[in-house]
């Protein structure tokens, strides 16, 4: 007999679903045993499959819920953790306000309101000079060095400023000023002050001039570009000039300062005060400073200024005004 072929066992096999059941014949033939056989192989091969394939998508759809639920479980415990902490702050800070209270202090401040609240130092040093030569050799040099602290309501202000000027014959130019001011604001737009200040002028003829005064002022302008205020107040002053005899007088004074920003770098300033001794009016000074300022940089800047010193009773070989202008680099020391 001939053996079936492959193609023919394939369509054997499909045809198996519809094949009836062995007969004794079909037994005692080996080919339709084989095929039978064979066919019940398939089929349990195609069940163990499917169930596997079932079985693994089962796992993945477990193993995915069982993701987003841990994802949540994390989520909730997080956001607990972060309630449990702001709680455990507030009660401590309700804890400190209420021992403070019970203790008479008031309300505890906050660490870091306080910090901003602190007090700091910035500074400013400012280098000009210049120098000439042909008809007439000479030089001249310039400085001006400021510290200022604020914080709420209050500002104190260093100043130490000196000129020096010479030709090869001339002294032209020699004075040293320094001046230390303190101001508190007593409300928005009144203040109270007191300032110290020492200067030597060799042109003026004042070897030692050291002045104290106080005062009261008001602000008639105070925004972010504009500050400018006034204030009156007694003053003392002593002096010891060249070719006098030394003098000290208590004084009225009234100043005024002005400063004004045109834009974010450009800024415009003037400040002047008028000392006049109570015992004889017509012995007063008068000084004054104007300039600009525009910045080159972050840290640097350019200043452009003048100042005009005015006094009544000078030596007989000495001039009343001694003025002086100049161009010089601010470095900030913030």
Known sequence: MKKPTILTILVLITLAGVTKPLTAQDEADPYQAAIQSENRRL???NFKLRQKIAN??????????????QATVTNEEELI?????????????LYAEHF????????????????????????QLALGGNATGGNVDGYRV?????????????????????????????????????????????????????????LHNDLLGIKHQTRAALGAG?????????EWTVDAGPAYVYENRENLESSHSANARLGHEIKHSITDDLRLFQNGEVLTALTNI???????????????????????????????????????????????????LD
């Open 142 to 198: 310039n400085t001006d060095a400021r510290l200022i602290r604020k914080n709420d309501g209050h500002r104190t202000t260093l100043t130490a400023n000196g000129d020096y000027a010479e030709t090869e014959t001339t002294t032209t130019a020699q004075q040293f000023n320094t001046n230390a001011e303190d101001r508190h604001d007593l409300s928005k737009k009144s203040f109270a002050k007191a300032d110290l200040g020492y």
């Open 218 to 226: 008001y602000y008639f302008a105070k925004t972010e570009k504009t």
């Open 282 to 332: 017509d012995e007063w000074r008068y000084n004054t400073e104007a300039g600009i300022e525009t910045d080159i940089s972050d840290h640097m800047s350019l200043r452009l200024s003048g100042r005009n010193r005015f006094q009544s009773e000078v030596a007989e070989d000495r001039e009343n005004n001694d003025f002086s202008i100049g161009a010089s680099l601010v470095f900030k």
């Open 43 to 45: 089929r349990e091969e």
């Open 81 to 93: 953790a972060d309630r449990s902490q702001e709680a455990d702050r507030d009660a401590n800070k």
């Open 100 to 123: 403070a209270a019970s203790q008479g202090v008031g309300k505890v401040p906050d660490i870091a309101e306080e910090d901003s609240k602190k007090a700091k130092w910035s500074g």
């Open 56 to 69: 693994e998508e089962l796992e993945k759809r477990i193993a995915k819920k069982h993701t987003k639920a």
